[in-house]
């Protein structure tokens, strides 16, 4: 028998609207299987200004491959669909590891890949090289991990109040700047998150990317498009900050308050979109091909006249059956992942916290509704302790977390120290081997941190299921480790400070804090659980 006789009986003519429906429904498992991850996106989409743009982008990306659909075909054969398979198998595992980790993101960029695997099973290599770029343009729509945001965001604050401020002295206006706080002298101003930018960056760099794309130029022309997003919405939210700033100089807080300063801020992002265009324009015109502004962003003309000249498929790709397979099984598997439970340790709250250690008197402080909402804590103690016979004073603040799940993570004082008006003139890691906890010898962050006259000196360290850590990536990964190996993600933040005064040496400082935390350690045992801690509950994975 000949090869063509072979293939001949191997594909069996089916009605197309048949293959279609299969397929059809082969995505709405897919949809069914990575439900958790559709239902944490759109939370997000819902809640968090920074990505309320990620409604549009699947809409987006399913638009310019609808656009290209006279260049696809149905595969059918089962060779052109492996890559497909592989991909979408991959997108499965990582699915399986987030359930396992509990790591919301791992699933959300599972779903893209596991997309990008079906469609490719169905479409083939072919098929993927033509929406390669609508289906990494869906890579818009996930959000970063909490701790990479809350960085970022950071970062950008300072960034964005250190150039707003330099455009008030430009106006010659007398200011001053604490961190992210601009005091004009009768007003100050906090460049809180919102004010990061991050709300212009997102929503900007997935408009490049989309500007790149359709743009007719070279490819370092589309390179540059793109990166642009970030710089160009730094300058500009760091111009907004420096108009808010000189408006409040001469007319009054009000003038960052309300309708106006919502109104500032669509005016800044429609003005990012017009320097991108700008931008364009003027590299079209470096490359020789000088454009109208109607003909910057195009649809290219062959997506429209391209004419098939293959049939349209008639067979069934027996790949179809593979991609059922893998689906069911990694539904089934990540199901009972999802249901596994998460194991809470036994511990004493801080409510109980002593107010008398040794020869220490303390007084409780309260963090406020704004930072608690924030912060995403399960308990905390914050208290000022002064020894009374030499009036050395530390304050100590530790915060709990019983789960590190679904952006409830602990929250790194090195990045909160820059935002609230201090300047960090020394960080370094301290070891403390005369110090053990659980057995582990201590070792700390030490930082001495200046704000105008004033000068602290601060210890702080992640104490997290019988390990001491003072880098946050090496927490987030033991806390992935332990999520897998153990079910347990709890873990706590301990902070002291001491102010340091004017004529003390800084070892007297050390030497303050370090009397203190003696008295303080073995205390810490009953209110933060070790490695071996007795489980008080469960609860499920996904709380």
């Not at 197309?16 to 299987?33: A, D, G, H, Q, R």
């Not at 593979?322 to 036994?346: A, H, Y």
């Not at 057995?439 to 702080?460: C, H, M, N, T, W």
Request: net charge neutral.
């Amino acid at each position: 028998m000949t090869n063509s006789n072979q293939n001949q009986i191997s594909i069996q003519p089916v009605n197309p609207n048949i293959i279609w429906l299969v397929w059809s429904i082969s995505l709405l498992l897919l949809c069914l299987v990575f439900h958790s991850a559709l239902e944490q996106l759109f939370s997000i989409w819902s809640n968090v200004e920074e990505y309320s743009h990620g409604f549009f982008i699947p809409c987006i990306s399913v638009y310019f491959i609808w656009l290209r659909k006279s260049e696809l075909a149905l595969v059918t054969n089962f060779k052109d669909s492996v890559l497909g398979l592989l991909i979408l198998g991959f997108g499965i595992a990582l699915l399986l590891l987030g359930n396992l980790a509990a790591i919301k993101v791992f699933e959300e960029y599972a779903l893209v890949f596991a997309l990008t695997g079906l469609f490719t099973s169905a479409f083939g290599l072919k098929g993927l090289k033509i929406a390669f770029v609508p289906l990494v343009y869906l890579l818009f729509m996930v959000p970063l991990p909490n701790f990479v945001l809350n960085s970022l965001s950071a970062k950008l604050q300072l960034i964005s109040s250190w150039i707003g401020v330099e455009f008030i002295r430009a106006c010659d206006i007398l200011v001053y700047l604490e961190g992210n706080v601009i005091d004009l002298g009768g007003y100050k101003l906090q460049v809180v998150d919102a004010c990061s930018g991050l709300r212009y960056l997102f929503p900007l760099s997935s408009l490049a990317f989309l500007c790149a794309y359709l743009f007719k130029g070279p490819f370092w022309q589309k390179l540059l498009i793109f990166l642009s997003s970030a710089p160009l919405t730094i300058f500009m939210n760091s111009f907004r900050i420096g108009v808010i700033g000189v408006l409040v100089n001469y007319w009054g807080k009000s003038m960052a308050e309300g309708f106006l300063h919502d109104f500032e801020g669509w005016a800044v992002f429609l003005l990012c979109m017009s320097l991108l265009f700008v931008e364009m324009w003027i590299l079209s015109r470096l490359s020789g091909k000088p454009l109208a502004f109607n003909q910057l962003v195009q649809i290219p003309d062959d997506w429209s006249t391209f004419v098939r000249t293959e049939t349209a498929a008639k067979a069934l790709n027996s790949s179809i059956y593979t991609v059922f397979l893998v689906l069911i099984i990694g539904g089934g598997l990540s199901e009972k992942l999802n249901t596994r439970v998460d194991i809470i340790p036994q511990r004493k709250d801080f409510l109980s916290f002593p107010s008398q250690i040794a020869s220490w008197h303390g007084q409780n402080e309260y963090l406020g509704q704004a930072y608690l909402d924030e912060l995403k804590l399960t308990d905390y103690v914050m208290m000022n302790y002064v020894k009374t016979e030499t009036n050395d004073k530390i304050n100590f603040y530790s915060a709990y977390y019983q789960s590190q799940r679904k952006g409830a993570g602990v929250h790194s004082p090195r990045t909160c120290i820059s935002g609230s008006g201090w300047r960090i003139t020394l960080f370094e890691e301290l070891n403390l081997p005369n110090f053990k906890i659980d057995g582990e010898p201590l070792k700390v962050d030490r930082a001495i941190i200046e704000s105008g006259e004033s000068k602290q000196l601060v210890y702080f360290w992640f104490q997290q299921r019988g390990r001491i850590l003072t880098d946050e990536i090496k927490m987030k990964w033991y806390i992935f480790l332990d999520s897998m190996m153990e079910n347990r993600t709890d873990g706590s933040l301990i902070r002291l400070i001491t102010e340091i005064n004017k004529s003390e040496d800084i070892s007297v400082a050390d030497q303050r804090i370090q009397t203190f935390m003696k008295d303080l350690l073995p205390l810490l045992d009953d209110y933060i659980p070790g490695k071996t801690a007795t489980p008080a509950f469960y609860v499920p994975s996904d709380n």
